[in-house]
């Protein structure tokens, strides 16, 4: 949810590559540092904001909360809030979401042989 100007180049180009090119608007929904760990995590189940962070210890508490409005604006997750006290919120993929799972896995594949590659250098 980064502001830009409206008539920011930057803002023109991104929006140009997410229109014309599938690949540039699949990275657009599921880039950025955290956004795959937390999509990762979530192939598991839902999770609530306390198991994120016990999982994912680098993120800090406004990054989470960033990225995860985002993944919810995107259609990736929903968030279900329970009327419970104390309030117990919940995150979980979406059909959109689960249809990214094949390439996540993936993407771990391939990151475990580029490791093992790159450390062999």
Request: aromatic share 10%; net charge positive; with cysteine.
């Amino acid at each position: 949810m980064t502001t830009r100007k409206e008539n920011s180049v930057n803002l023109e180009n991104e929006q140009a590559l997410g229109n014309d090119c599938p690949f540039i608007f699949a990275l657009s929904l599921m880039g950025k540092r955290w956004k795959p760990a937390i999509l990762w995590k979530m192939t598991e189940g839902f999770y609530r904001f306390g198991e994120f962070k016990r999982e994912i210890p680098q993120i800090s508490e406004k990054m989470l909360t960033q990225h995860l409005r985002e993944l919810e604006a995107d259609g990736l997750i929903t968030r279900t809030i329970y009327p419970e006290m104390p309030p117990r919120v919940e995150y979980a993929l979406t059909k959109l979401g689960l249809s990214l799972q094949p390439v996540l896995e993936q993407l771990n594949s391939w990151g475990k042989v580029a490791k093992k590659i790159k450390n062999n250098i």
